[in-house]
C-alpha cells in the first residue's frame, strides 16, 4: 500500500473513532419535534400512579415516609407549574395540600426517626385529594420541555427552603 493511501486510510479511522466516541448524530429537528409535544399516556400515567398509591395508603392509615414525599413531590411540582403558567390554580388550593402534608409529618414522624401512620380527618383527605385532582389536570397539560423546567424549578424551591432533594430511581409498582 502506498504511503498516501496509508495515511488516507488511518485518517479514515480516526474519524470514525471520533464520530463512535461523540455519539449519534442528532437531528435538531427532531429533538425539538420531540420535546414540544405533550407528555405520552405512559409517562402520565407512570407519574400519576405511584401519587395515586400514597394518596389512597394515607386514606387506610397505612402510610410510609416514601408515599408521604410522593405527595410532597406534587405539592412542589403543581407550585412549578402552577408559577410557570402552565395551569393556573389558586394558592389556597396547594397551600391547603401543603399544610396538611406538614402536619402529617409532624403526627407521623417519631422522634427515633420512625413513621408511625395515623388516621387523616375527612377535611385533611379532601385536601389532599384536590391536590390530586389538580396535579392530574396539570400532568396532562405540561409539555415535554416543560416539564424538565418543572422539576428542576421544584428542587430549587425545596433547596432554596433548605430542604433536601431524594432521587427516587424507581418506585415499585407491585
Known sequence: MKRSNLNL?????????ARIASGPRINPVNLAVKNSGRLSAAEVRAELLPMTRAYDAMRKATSTRLDWLLLCTAVNHATAMSDMGIVKVT?????????????IEQQCQ????????????NN????LADLLNIYSVMVREVYRNEWTEVQRKAIARVE???GDVLTVVEVING
Open 9 to 17: 486510510a488511518l485518517r479514515a479511522q480516526r474519524v470514525q473513532a
Open 124 to 127: 385533611e383527605l379532601s385536601a
Open 91 to 103: 394558592g389556597s388550593q396547594l397551600q391547603a395540600a401543603e399544610d396538611v402534608l406538614t402536619n
Open 110 to 121: 417519631r422522634p427515633d426517626g420512625s413513621w408511625a401512620p395515623t388516621p387523616l380527618s
Open 160 to 162: 432554596s427552603a433548605g
